[in-house]
């Protein structure tokens, strides 16, 4: 019988949601997808001095923002300590746990101990029990911990998705603390530590794939044979390499911006950011622009890059003014009102704002970028000094008034608008940048812009014969 395919994602809410969580998510969801499968997420928030419930809230509004839909969840790791304290007691009852009353002094001293002697520090298994072993007797007020009691012989072995069969022998692996005292004394396991929750979790969420960045490779081996001890249904793992920076170092906060939160207010569309994320580690033929329904037909867990994938600014630009360029108008002027919002201009997401779109979409890698090139639209401008005198000279001064006085009463249409122009430099006999740069310097602050007659149409007769008069 084969499993039903459960995956899940199991941030930290320790800061916002990294750009390597985002992608390991995506992976974890399509899958999930492809398999018509669940999609689960899960707040690993045990460390409870670095988790804030920002944090809580700006992942989910980041996964929100992605459109990655989870079936069950959120779960909260802090909410199912009594089920990790129940599990504990069962194993320590059954014998695969058991309590160690060494102090954290005698463990550093044990360390250095074997550090002395040239050996790998690790726990001497002095509490562990074992048959005709006899145990120290019990010491005075010494809380205990709870390890578990990992198999001394054989071999882990596991075929990862990813990375292929990968083996770690039992004897380089001691016995794990599983829980430690609670600094409240309130409950007699204490508290269950970060290892042994991902365990219960995943056996209790019944995930059938658990896939994450290849920096859990080393607690997989403890935690498949945790979850042996249990009798639980071991998952099949994929850990998928890191995202490495331009430099080649892990991608980090030094490279840039790294949490997702950040590219959508830089005006990255979540489609975009999807596909592109998709494409990091993992591919389908040459395919580079696809959607979020073929992502889903295609990603069936192979094609996972076994080596590390780079960040790159610039690709990641031009997947975005791909999906900028393709949205339509009404669609992208919505994302361009929330950028001016953002600004504090209140713009109208009407047709007029769509048009606007239409006509500077093609220049734009982002929406922030759109909605600065329809700032001149919204708010006063400034010409520039030198662009004034570059451009709006006393020779073109005639031809600037006839062309104002002939806009009064010019039909308000582009090819209307086109024909004024023309009319204009064929009267004075200047070339049409003469006119059309002096006209963008003044009408939109700026001497390059799309075609003028398509840009002076979306303004309003009184604010173009205003600008032009202030020249
Ligand atoms: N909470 C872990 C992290 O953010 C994920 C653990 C896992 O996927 O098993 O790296």
Sequence with gaps: MTR?????????????????TARTA?????????HGGDFILRVEDTDEARSTQEAVDQIIAAMKWLNLDHDEGPFFQMQRIERYREVIGQMLEAGSAYLCYCTPAEVDAMREAQRARGDKPRYDGRWRPEPGKALPPVPDGVRPVVRFRNPVDGVVTWVDMVKGPISISNGELDDLV????????????????YNFCVVVDDWD???????RGDDHVNNTPRQINILRALGAELPVYAHVPMILGPDGDKL?????????????????LPEAMLNYLARLGWSHGDEEIFSREQLVGWFDGQHLAKSPAQWDAAKLNWVNAHYVKGMPDDVLAGHVALRFASRGIEVTADER????????????ATTVELAEWLTMYFVHIEPREEDLTMHVTEAIQPA??????????TEWSKVALAAAIKAVITQHGIKMPQLAHAVRVLVCGRAQTPSIDAVLELFSREVVIARLSAG
């Design 4 to 20: 039903k395919v459960r995956t899940r994602i199991a941030p930290s809410p320790t800061g916002f949601l990294h750009l390597g």
């Design 26 to 34: 995506l992976f974890s969801w399509a899958f999930a997808r492809h």
């Design 178 to 193: 599983i829980a430690r005292p609670s600094a409240d004394a309130s409950s007699a396991i204490g508290t269950p530590t």
């Design 205 to 211: 969420m019944q995930i059938s794939h658990v896939i």
């Design 252 to 268: 980090s906060k030094r490279h840039g911006a790294v949490s997702v939160t950040e590219y959508e207010d830089a005006g990255y």
């Design 353 to 364: 704002l769509a048009r606007m779109c239409a006509v500077f979409k093609d220049r734009c």
């Design 400 to 409: 600037l008034r006839d062309l104002r006085d002939r806009l009064a009463d």
